[in-house]
């Protein structure tokens, strides 16, 4: 038996899963800036997960940030009151078992690319767009960590191919300006709306407003479109992925997949143009770029998924 465990910054979910079945869940409300009360609440969740489902488990965490592979301890956290702490020993100390923890977007891209939409592809490429951006990479069912467990961070480059518009970009949080988290995320949408439209409306109102015909609405939705193809096609230069997962909020976009797929062949270094018969004559790339197929379940199923069979 497998928990996997979710530390988010509203609640924390805990799931029992049984070769890919469902055995139990639970969750509790994230106790805010108490690093203590945090480590509690973990606990709790995974005695109450195995008395439930009867068993001992393999634990899985996932974290909105990295455990630093040089000293243990926490770090890149938005969850800012996990920063610094050594949570996997305190983890398992408690526990009297090894820990694996998990960047939360590294736990969508193994979750999906284990029994997901990117099940049994090579090199997979999970996407977060959401309040943030986020990405985890899976070559051959095995996380890419990397050396400083930054790997797949794709939203703190610079969106690449800008136009006059989008250049030097909006500030990040992360200190630099005009990162892909700063055009990709549904706040960085909705402000980016906000800007040309004068309308200040949810990407829900927008997606909406686009599909009656609003133009306004539906200029937004095509420059999201490109600015996420643009953004996707840099990671296929560097990585070539057999398949990219999307995820978060910004990923139920109705037909976002098929959009930027379409948008692909325009940016990749595949093909290259002088072969091409004309510009138009873009051959589709190989790439699948899809929707997730376990949602908001993602994290905790990857959490889980961090101790493969
Ligand atoms: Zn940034």
């Known amino acids: 038996m497998r928990i996997g465990i979710d530390l988010g910054g509203t609640k924390i979910e805990g799931l029992a899963l049984e070769r890919g079945r469902e055995l139990a869940r639970l969750r509790l409300a994230t106790p805010r800036d108490d690093y203590d009360a945090t480590l509690r609440a973990i606990l709790q969740i995974v005695a109450a997960l195995e008395a439930q489902a009867g068993g001992t488990a393999t634990i899985g ?3 909105p940030g990295a455990i630093d592979p040089d000293s243990g301890l926490v770090k890149n956290a938005n969850s800012t009151w996990l920063i610094g702490r050594p949570l996997a020993i305190d983890l398992e100390a408690a526990l009297g078992r ?18 997901g939409a990117a099940a049994d592809a090579g090199v997979v490429f999970g996407v977060i767009v959401g309040t943030g951006t986020g990405g985890g990479v899976i070559v051959h069912r095995q996380l890419l960590t ?18 006059a518009d989008e250049w030097p970009g909006p500030p990040c949080y992360c200190g630099k300006i005009g990162c892909i988290e700063s055009f990709l995320s549904g706040p960085a949408f909705e402000r980016d709306h906000a800007r040309r439209s004068g309308r200040d409306e949810r990407s829900r109102d927008i997606v909406t407003a686009a599909s009656l015909g609003d133009e306004d609405a539906s200029r937004s939705v095509a420059i999201y479109h490109s600015r996420l193809a643009r953004a996707l096609a840099s990671v296929i230069n560097l990585l070539d992925p057999d398949v990219i997962v999307l995820g978060g909020g910004m990923s139920n976009l109705p037909r976002l997949a098929p959009a930027v ?9 595949s093909d290259s143009a002088a072969h091409r018969p ?20 993602s994290g905790v199923r990857g959490a889980a998924w961090l101790w493969p069979a």
Do not use: M
């Open 146 to 163: 990397g050396r400083h467990a930054i790997a797949g961070e794709w939203g703190h480059n610079p969106l690449p191919w800008p136009d």
């Open 278 to 297: 004309s510009p138009t004559a873009n051959r589709p790339l190989e790439t699948r770029v899809v929707s997730n197929a376990h949602g908001d379940s």
């Open 98 to 115: 090894p820990v694996r923890i998990a960047n939360d977007a590294n736990c969508f891209a193994v979750s999906e690319a284990a029994d």
């Open 61 to 63: 965490l996932g974290i």
């Open 261 to 269: 797929t379409k948008l692909l062949p325009t940016y990749v270094f």
